[in-house]
């Protein structure tokens, strides 16, 4: 079983909407938590970090929450744009190694 | 400022064939890794190098090899390719580890075996 789930899977939305992507996880023990955007055919590109102290953090559009003690963590999307299509992969990182998510592949629609 | 620089974007294999992948990065960093994404599924750890001379297996290294021939190269090499080894493979590197420090991203290889 993987130890970072993400959900859902897909998701497809209008231009200008929000949208929250969530992320659960098993890893222990915790050293950092990011997301990371990957446009089709690039490599993953980091978008936040968070670490166990920090519950909110925001880049711009995008929120990150996170929830040490329940280990689940929140991606918020703002006011949606066609440029936000890509997938968005949670990374749970323990004291040495990344643990990835699936990913979620958004669309956003004009 | 080229980051990390992955060849072929592209490959097709017959089974059987070997190749090798070529990834270099030009941000000083000492460690460096290799993974393949498959549909559905996260990004996994092939092998990882955490300075120049060291290199290590991680979850999936059966039918890969890897060369760290300096700090800024890390080379993946399959011996015999299966169709099983269909994939997107990534090179990536950060400072160091444990993963406190930010990983960046290759463009990614696109291999097919038939």
């Known amino acids: 079983k993987n130890q970072v789930e993400q959900s859902p899977q897909s998701l497809i939305i209008l231009e200008g909407k929000n949208c929250t992507l969530q992320?659960?996880?098993?890893?222990?023990?915790?050293?950092?938590l990011r997301w990371y955007k990957q446009d089709t055919g690039r490599g993953p590109v980091s978008l936040t970090i968070?670490?166990?102290?920090?519950n909110t953090k925001s880049n711009g559009r995008y929120t990150a929450t996170l929830d040490a003690d329940t280990k689940q963590s929140s991606l918020h999307i703002t006011a949606s744009q066609l440029s936000d299509s890509a997938s968005y992969i949670c990374?749970?990182?323990?004291?040495?190694?990344?643990?990835f998510g699936a990913g979620t592949r958004l669309t956003v629609k004009p | 400022n080229a980051g990390v620089t992955q060849t072929p974007k592209f490959q097709v294999l017959k089974t059987g064939q070997s190749m090798t992948l070529q990834c270099a990065q030009d941000?000083?960093?000492?460690?460096m890794y290799w993974y393949r994404q498959d549909p559905g599924m996260g990004l996994r750890l092939i092998y990882y190098?955490?300075?120049?001379?060291?290199?290590d297996k991680g979850e999936v290294p059966n039918g890969y090899n890897v060369s760290r021939l300096n700090k800024r190269e890390f080379s993946l090499r399959l011996e015999s390719a299966a169709p099983s080894q269909t994939s997107v493979y990534f090179c990536?590197?950060?400072?160091?580890?444990?993963?406190?420090?930010?990983?960046?991203f290759g463009q990614g290889t696109r291999l097919t075996v038939v």
């Open positions: 990536a590197s950060s400072v160091y580890r444990p993963t406190d420090t930010e990983a960046f």
């Open positions: 992320c659960n996880y098993t890893v222990s023990p915790f050293s950092n």
């Open positions: 968070m670490t166990f102290s920090e």
């Open positions: 990374v749970v990182s323990d004291v040495g190694d990344m643990r």
């Open positions: 941000m000083n960093h000492n460690s």
């Open positions: 190098s955490a300075s120049e001379g060291t290199t």
